[in-house]
């Protein structure tokens, strides 16, 4: 018996090995993790810590020492004729740049390096004998594996025979089976409906439809496969270097990437590695690294094994995107324009460099689809700026206290009964357009929004605070059309709580576990922040913005920038607008019928045309510069490329409206003319191309004030 460890390190040993193996055993072997891999890592590292500490402590059982998984009874075991092995990992740089600098200490800087994707499958062993796959096992514990032959031929990916010249007399394929990620998420679909647990990713998915018992059941998962290395190799052409293997073996008809690449130094590696981290979600598969491997076979038997994994291949991780967290509730959330949306609400935790507390569920539908209870724990996934999403449940942790969620009936802020807008509608709304706090509150917010009248002030605290404050009762923001009335003693006085853009839920500070109460406008001395003076500023500005952000503002549906451009090029006045018929609305270009008839119809309701009117008393802008003038570019569609010397992009664009002309994105046959300034880009070649007369700073400003045809004649033209 070894001596000298303390207690608790040896008691810490057991617990943790106790967790790996039996992580193991529910991820090799049944296929249904409870934990991420970022945790099993994890605890991998503190193992392998307090084993360096306690070197006593590393015994052949300790899950340090042994690759894969325990084998099973459910399927006959074959022994690998040469063993398979694990990868060793680089999580830094530093710990990449060690291993090329031993790997060039050892067999000199002649090494290259093999760079190719780690796909996030289960490795597989195919055995040819004179070109014929005759066997067909997973890694096991890299001795012995399970025999998934018959698993293995519904693969259509893996031929039975190998084609072409100098056929091996016994050769061993390794490589990835994988289910493509689109694959994967239509398979989980159909076990929900199945009333089956969903895999919690798709390497798990993989490898529970690889491991079947029946093969029909695996013949119907469309599984796939890329060769990343070899075993045996006995007659036909020697290989003389991985990629030289890889090439051989494509050769034979077997499936090998087209992604891998072979570099000479550390630079490169690392080019590659950061490549596809920024493009991680190109390949069709999951990936959660990249592999190096010292291309030339002879340097690589020079380097060598230990008892787990090659010297001459390390295994760069990416961040994890996965992690598991408790789903403590399913809430909903109700939209700008009524929809009602559930979200998870779950134990925060940090994932690809943020922390997430909240992921939105979409509608009633998808909550089914994805199988998940109130109080399961569940994969939660964020791949670096993609919103946070729930992936499923970790259903083998269930213990029966899991509730289903049930969609309410009316609207979690306003109590009116919720329905859906048209019968067959997926999505639920609340009815209550006029006076429902979260409805307005959002609507506020657009309407200080980039799109619409771009006041910075005025965010989601300040939208929240003025539209449904703690403090007084009554609200300084009963609709939009109060916004520019708003008084700076009553502003003073408003207490609310802050709540999180995405959802409309309440925030709760950590620290008491209460929500978030502020006053947002005042100093704790009850004096007017130096927001309220930006408001007031930005208010006042804003009322001078063009007409077509004005009418944004107003949550027309359908009316985004563009169809609000249109329109106030067309009319250049609000109240012209609201007298156009819908024939006359519906033949703007950019506005069809669907809008025509949404404008009408919003204009027609009373409430909406008071917003319009305390608008127009507050001195907000409702006619276009220009609007009674002459326009001499009626009809004219002009692009504008690179940076101008005169005019801003937005001032030339807002000249070139003024003037009733049309400031279009591409250019076309139709375009009039191609204004350009310094690096113009590819427009300025297409204007070429197509003839279109082109202006610069000059021409322009003669364009601006004596029409087209004078323009025309101090344009440049190509003819061609
Ligand atoms: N969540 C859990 O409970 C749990 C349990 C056990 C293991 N795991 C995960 O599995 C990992 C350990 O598994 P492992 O021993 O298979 O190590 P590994 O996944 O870190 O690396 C080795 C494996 O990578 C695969 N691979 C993919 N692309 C490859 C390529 N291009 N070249 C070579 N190999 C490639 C092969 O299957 C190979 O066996 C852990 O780090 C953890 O992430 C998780
Ligand atoms: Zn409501």
């Known amino acids: 018996m070894a001596t000298g460890i303390p207690d608790e390190a040896r008691q810490r040993h057991g617990e943790l090995s106790q967790e790996l193996d039996d992580a193991n055993y529910r991820y090799y072997v049944l296929d249904q993790p409870t934990i991420s891999d970022a945790d099993y890592d994890r605890l991998m590292r503190q193992i392998l810590e307090l084993e360096s500490e306690h070197p006593e402590l590393i015994t052949p059982d300790s899950p340090t020492q042994k690759v894969g998984s325990p084998i099973t009874t459910e399927f006959d075991t074959v022994e690998h004729l040469e063993r398979m092995q694990s990868l060793d990992n680089a999580f830094s740089t530093d710990e990449l740049s060690a291993w090329v600098a031993r790997a060039e200490k050892e067999v000199g800087t002649l090494a290259s390096f093999l760079c190719e994707l780690k796909i996030d499958g289960l490795a597989v062993n195919l055995t040819y004998e004179q070109g014929r796959l005759v066997r067909g096992a997973t890694r096991g514990d890299g001795r012995t594996g399970e025999d998934i032959t018959n698993n293995i031929r519904t693969i259509e990916a893996i031929p039975t025979q190998l084609k072409g010249e100098d056929i091996p007399d016994v050769l061993e394929v390794r490589g990835e089976v994988y289910l493509p990620v689109e694959a994967f998420e239509k ?16 390497r798990n998915g993989a490898a529970g ?19 990343h290395g070899f075993g045996t190799w006995t007659g036909g052409t020697q290989p003389e270097s991985q990629s030289h293997a890889y090439e051989v073996m494509r050769s034979f008809g077997l499936p090998v990437s087209d992604r891998y690449t072979v570099v000479d130094g550390l630079e490169e590696v690392r080019h590659y590695i950061e490549h596809y981290g920024e ?52 809430r909903v959330g109700v939209g700008r324009t009524g929809r009602v949306t559930p979200y998870g609400v779950m134990e925060p935790i940090k994932v690809a460099g943020s922390t997430v507390a909240y992921a939105t569920l979409h509608n009633a539908d998808e909550v089914r689809r994805k199988g998940v209870k109130i109080g399961d724990m569940v994969v939660l996934r964020k791949a670096g700026d993609v919103i946070p999403e729930i992936v499923g449940p970790v259903a083998d942790l269930r213990d029966g206290s899991e509730r289903e969620f049930a969609m309410p009936t009316h609207c979690p802020e306003c109590d009116t009964e919720l329905r859906a807008q048209k019968e067959g509608d997926v999505d639920i709304r609340c009815p209550n ?31 929240t605070a003025l539209t449904q404050p703690l403090e007084p009762d009554d609200p300084p923001v009963k609709n939009e059309g109060d916004l520019f009335h708003l008084d700076i003693d009553e502003l003073k006085k408003i207490k609310s709580v802050v709540r999180e853009q995405r959802t409309g839920l309440p925030k709760i500070d950590p620290k008491t576990g209460e929500e978030k109460v502020v006053t947002f406008f005042a100093t704790k001395a009850g004096e007017p922040k130096k927001t309220v003076d930006k408001l007031f500023e930005e208010l006042e500005k804003a009322k001078r913005q063009p007409l077509w952000r004005v009418l944004v503002g107003l949550s027309i549906r359908h009316v985004g920038p563009t169809a609000a451009q249109a329109l106030a090029r067309e009319f250049r006045s609000m109240d012209r607008i609201i007298e156009a018929s819908e024939e006359e609305l519906t033949a703007v270009e950019d506005v069809g019928p669907t809008i025509a008839a949404a404008v009408k119809d919003w204009f027609e309701v009373d409430w909406h045309r008071e917003i319009v009117e305390k608008w127009r008393a507050a001195g907000v802008r409702m006619e276009d510069e220009g609007s009674e003038g002459p326009r001499p570019l009626e009809g004219v569609s002009v692009v504008i490329t690179g940076s101008l010397e005169s005019h801003s992009r937005d001032s030339a664009t807002a000249a070139v409206q003024a003037l009733g002309g049309k400031v279009s994105s591409a250019v076309s046959k139709k375009t009039g003319f191609v204004v350009f300034g310094d690096s113009p880009g590819s427009k300025y070649d297409k204007a070429v191309k197509l003839g279109v007369p082109l202006l610069d700073d000059a021409g322009f400003a003669v364009l601006l004030e004596k029409g087209p045809d004078a323009a025309t004649e101090v344009a440049i033209t190509s003819e061609e």
């Open 187 to 202: 398979l989980n679909e159909s076990l929900v409906d199945a009333g089956k647990a969903p895999f919690a990713n798709p």
């Open 209 to 227: 439809s690889l491991r079947q018992k029946d093969p029909r059941v695996t013949a119907k998962r469309p599984l796939n496969m890329i060769v």
């Open 279 to 330: 493009n991680r979600h190109e390949p069709a598969y999951e990936i959660d690294g990249v592999v190096v491997k010292v291309d030339q076979l002879t340097l690589q038997r020079r380097l060598g094994s230990t008892s787990r994994w090659p010297r001459w291949a390390i295994a760069w991780k990416y961040p994890p995107q996965e992690v598991n967290t408790r789903l403590l509730d399913i």
């Open 433 to 463: 357009a006029r006076n429902c706090p979260a409805q307005l509150r959002e609507r506020l917010y657009f309407v200080a929004g980039r799109g619409a009248f771009d006041i910075e002030a005025l965010g989601y605290v300040a939208a």
